[in-house]
T-cell receptor, first 113, second 112 residues
Framework: GQQLNQSPQSMFIQEGEDVSMNCTSS?????WLWYKQEPGEGPVLLIA?????ELTSNGRLTAQFGITRKDSFLNISASIPSDVGIYFC?????????????FGKGTLLTVNP | DGGITQSPKYLFRKEGQNVTLSCEQN?????MYWYRQDPGQGLRLIYYSQIVNDFQKGDIAEGYSVSREKKESFPLTVTSAQKNPTAFYLC???WGFGGELFFGEGSRLTVL
């Protein structure tokens, strides 16, 4: 299947620091989604992006849909301990019956108090 | 409350046995999906269904089977043909024409 390259694989940061992670693809996507997963739980949707160039915020989280449609970025400002988890990007090509999501391998975030 | 319910949360299976994981949603979503998650591998699509009585193979369908007899339900059977079934299984649903997927809490299967 298609691949999304998500980086970094893991991050260890101090509380209060800002965080950036990104996803890139060789293919164009029409939708980008960002999820957070806590241990033993299912992923929870954080932000959905539907338009190239779109910049959307959800509290301390900000995500952008790259202008080339081949990448997306997630930023977390002023991190707190409860930000710990795995963050996944997901892309969807759309059109016809192609509504499957392709997921990145995730970024494991650890926040030291 | 509206949502997606997976059961059981934890399941142990002996080699050679088939097991069925349940997934029920009351969000009135048309599409439902099964993903498998292994450490460091992200989420990989097993099967998906966009309407009742129809489903499609995902990227790793071998050794799995599904049915979609009702809009609300999309059970996954892990058969004895699946060579490495120990994993965390996630069910999701969505509107089927694109956009967000909503996930259940997952089922962890361990083969003894």
């Amino acid at each position: 299947g298609q691949q999304l390259n998500q980086s970094p694989q893991s991050m260890f940061i101090q509380e209060g620091e800002d965080v950036s992670m990104n996803c890139t693809s060789s293919s164009i996507f029409n939708t980008w989604l960002w999820y957070k997963q806590e241990p033993g739980e299912g992923p929870v949707l954080l932000i959905a992006l539907y338009k190239a160039g779109e910049l959307t915020s959800n509290g301390r989280l900000t995500a952008q849909f790259g202008i080339t449609r081949k990448d997306s970025f997630l930023n977390i400002s002023a991190s707190i301990p409860s930000d710990v988890g795995i963050y996944f990007c997901a892309g969807q090509r759309g059109g016809g019956s192609n509504y499957k999501l392709t997921f990145g391998k995730g970024t494991l975030l650890t926040v030291n108090p | 409350d509206g949502g997606i319910t997976q059961s059981p949360k934890y399941l142990f299976r002996k080699e050679g046995q088939n097991v069925t994981l349940s997934c029920e949603q009351n969000l009135n979503h048309d599409a439902m999906y099964w993903y498998r998650q292994d450490p460091g591998q992200g989420l990989r699509l097993i099967y998906y269904s966009q309407i009742v009585n129809d489903f499609q193979k995902g990227d790793i369908a071998e050794g799995y089977s599904v049915s979609r007899e009702k809009k609300e339900s999309f059970p996954l059977t892990v058969t004895s043909a699946q060579k490495n079934p120990t994993a965390f299984y996630l069910c999701a649903s969505g509107w089927g024409f694109g956009g967000e997927l909503f996930f259940g809490e997952g089922s962890r299967l361990t083969v003894l």
